[in-house]
């Protein structure tokens, strides 16, 4: 042994760098090009290594160094400035670890040394790692002398020995040796975020978990990230169901499937073990990727009309709450269906941009849309019971009375508008996360899509959202056949008492008030959501071209709900006017202030310029 480091050592000073040329930086520095000039930095990514005996030559002398700075590089020095920078040639040798570390055989890593030697190593430029590597085999090695030389490898010290890390174009040797898929490429991590970043200490350890069979014997490693072309969400083991066999098989219950699936550790997709040092993480964790899947079709055309539609309930709530509309009970019904509706609206437009299934986040968010569709539905119930109650009936009252009415009756809606959708949203969220129910009643939400998700032979969708939206559908049919039956028969009465003269324009007109009329509450009071209701129970996707589109005309028309409450209850001459009133009164306001303003700062200056005569 003692023979051969005096070999290595010959060597390298023999390279050519080690008598005349040092390191341009302290180890674990390189060089930064800044501007016309150059500055030694801390090599964060640890992908290079210059290897000599001198360092610091930037700093220290004058004369030439060896350097990374983009590529391997030689230097001259003169007065701490490189005034000549030339590419250098030469072999470069393939290290496992960064300069300063050696392998941890056990946990695929890198451990550090107390010191920056490695005679080993017979020439003076280091490259790193084997980062674009998918699949990589380890093969112990008792010395370095006379190994083969061919394909992509790095070589390394340990604590035993030296290690022949290989990189694999296939994955036959998985055949022989249980693999084991890593989510990051070989020396990466999740590192305060989400994205793969060098750390080279981690690797993979997998007596980090019970649901690992025979977790110390040898294993390869397949990195899998390079062929996600989705999103890796954590797997909690207090969640899922799932066991990594002895023979690197993955076994998970697959919910949509209701049964046990097996994953093949040489699967592009699927499961994958990575060391995550993020928030309140900070350990070996299991992970899902979960592809990308293209939105149904009608996501992309009603994205837009859901967008326009949060705009459009924006402008009615503030327009409303600055004239003081929600002093009446309607205008504070109108309000809350407003803020439940744009919430909806919000959050199925955030989570067509943004979230993937299996996300925390995106259980969040689909516990928050059972909620808020439930919440418009009721306050739509309740705004087509109060238009009822008020146009289409005979029971009225009025004065001191009324006003306490109105506050009993708006605690009533209250709690029915918010209260029976919290009600809902948390037995749901109990069933799903407890198995009181059979799977095939059990809700699961966020598993393959951010809501209550549809799967064959699962009824929870049907039971817990379809049925009660229906069911509210009808009574506001109900409701509005009532209202305007009622509204017609007292119209055509008044009419009959005025009218004198049976002219056709005269009946044009009133024939057109009444259609108004009937659309107008038919949009108010939803009548439009029924045939959203009524196909949320069939699956229009799977029955040809023609259901398909019919489905996306109908939610696109149900998706500008804002822009026809805008219409109706904004685009009125009595909004209109009392809009410019409460502008002219702010400007009346600003234009008064600014003039107080103006004739004190003038009283002062005359005043101070009368003191300023008498001195």
């Known amino acids: 042994m003692l023979l051969l480091i005096a070999i290595n050592l010959f060597s390298l000073w023999e390279s050519g760098y080690g008598e005349s040329y040092g390191k341009c930086c302290k180890n674990g520095e390189i060089l930064q090009e800044i501007g016309d000039s150059y500055k030694c930095v801390p090599d964060y990514v640890k992908r290079h290594g210059v290897l000599v005996p001198r360092v610091d030559v930037l700093e220290n002398s004058t004369g030439e160094c060896v350097e990374f700075s983009t590529d391997f590089y030689q230097f001259e020095i003169s007065g701490k400035i490189i005034i000549k920078k030339e590419p250098i040639k030469d072999e470069i040798f393939p290290k496992c670890c960064p300069v300063g570390y050696i392998y941890n055989e056990k946990k695929h890593s890198c451990d550090k040394k107390n010191t920056y030697e490695h005679n080993f190593i017979k020439t003076t430029l280091i490259a790193v790692g084997l980062p674009r590597c998918r699949s990589i085999l380890d093969t112990k090695m008792d010395s370095i002398e006379n190994f083969e030389t061919e394909g992509d490898y790095c070589i390394d010290e340990t604590s035993t020995g030296f290690i022949r890390r290989e990189c694999k174009n296939n994955t036959d040797f998985c055949n022989y040796i249980k693999c084991?898929?890593?989510?990051?490429?070989?020396?990466?991590?999740?590192?305060?975020?989400?994205?793969?970043?060098?750390?080279?200490?981690?690797?993979?350890?997998?007596?980090?978990?019970?649901k690992i069979d025979q977790p110390n014997e040898p294993f390869g490693i397949?990195?899998?990230?390079?062929?996600?072309?989705?999103k890796f969400y954590?797997?909690?083991?207090?969640?899922?169901?799932?066991?990594?066999?002895?023979?690197?098989?993955?076994?998970?219950?697959?919910?949509?499937?209701?049964?046990?699936?097996?994953?093949k550790p040489t699967d592009t997709t699927g499961y994958c073990i990575e060391h995550a040092h993020r928030h309140n993480m900070n350990g070996y964790f299991f992970f899902n990727c979960i592809p990308n899947t293209p939105p149904k079709p009608k996501f992309r055309y009603t994205k837009w009309p859901?967008?326009?539609?949060?705009?459009?309930?924006?402008?009615?709530?503030?327009?409303?709450?600055?004239?003081?509309?929600?002093?009446?009970?309607?205008?504070?019904?109108?309000?809350?269906?407003?803020?439940?509706?744009?919430?909806?609206?919000?959050?199925?437009?955030y989570t067509q941009f943004d979230l993937q299934p299996k996300d925390i986040s995106c259980h969040i968010v689909g516990y928050m849309l059972i909620f808020f569709a439930s919440v418009s539905y009721t306050w739509l119930n309740v705004m087509c019971w109060d238009i009822w109650f008020t146009f289409g009936t005979t029971k009225h009252s009025i004065g001191t009375y009324r006003q306490r009415n109105d506050m009993k009756k708006l605690l009533g809606y209250m709690v029915y508008g918010w209260g029976a959708p919290l009600i809902l949203t948390l037995v749901v969220f109990g069933f799903s996360v407890t198995d009181v129910l059979p799977t095939s009643f059990k809700p699961y939400v966020g598993t393959t899509a951010c809501f209550l998700v549809a799967m064959q032979g699962n009824y929870a969708l049907l039971i817990f959202l379809r049925l009660p939206h229906l069911v509210i559908q009808l009574v506001n049919t109900f409701l509005f056949i009532r209202t305007i039956l009622y509204c017609l028969r007292i119209k055509n009465e008044i009419e009959r008492i005025n009218d004198t003269k049976n002219e056709k324009k005269a009946k044009f007109n009133k024939d057109k008030e009444k259609l108004y009329l009937i659309l107008k509450l038919a949009v108010i009071m939803g009548i439009t959501f029924i045939m959203d209701t009524v196909t949320g129970f069939v699956d229009m996707n799977n029955l040809g071209t023609f259901w398909m589109t019919v489905e996306?005309?109908?939610?696109?028309?149900?998706?500008?709900?804002g822009v026809y409450i805008f219409v109706i209850f904004i685009c009125k001459k009595s909004i209109y006017h009392d809009f410019m009133k409460k502008l002219y009164v702010i400007k009346r306001e600003t234009y008064l202030n600014n003039t107080d303003s103006f004739v004190s700062t003038t009283h002062i200056s005359l005043k101070q310029n009368k003191n300023d005569e008498y001195k």
């Open 234 to 263: 954590l797997m909690n083991e207090s969640r899922y169901i799932f066991n990594l066999e002895k023979n690197g098989e993955f076994k998970y219950w697959k919910n949509t499937t209701n049964s046990f699936v097996i994953e």
């Open 180 to 210: 084991i898929k890593k989510c990051c490429p070989d020396g990466k991590s999740y590192v305060n975020s989400n994205k793969c970043s060098d750390s080279y200490v981690n690797g993979i350890d997998l007596e980090f978990s019970e």
């Open 552 to 561: 996306i005309v109908i939610d696109s028309i149900n998706c500008l709900q």
């Open 222 to 230: 397949i990195h899998n990230t390079t062929l996600c072309d989705g």
């Open 306 to 349: 859901k967008i326009l539609s949060c705009i459009f309930l924006s402008l009615t709530i503030i327009i409303y709450v600055l004239l003081k509309q929600t002093k009446k009970l309607f205008g504070k019904i109108l309000i809350n269906y407003c803020v439940g509706t744009l919430c909806l609206y919000a959050l199925l437009t």
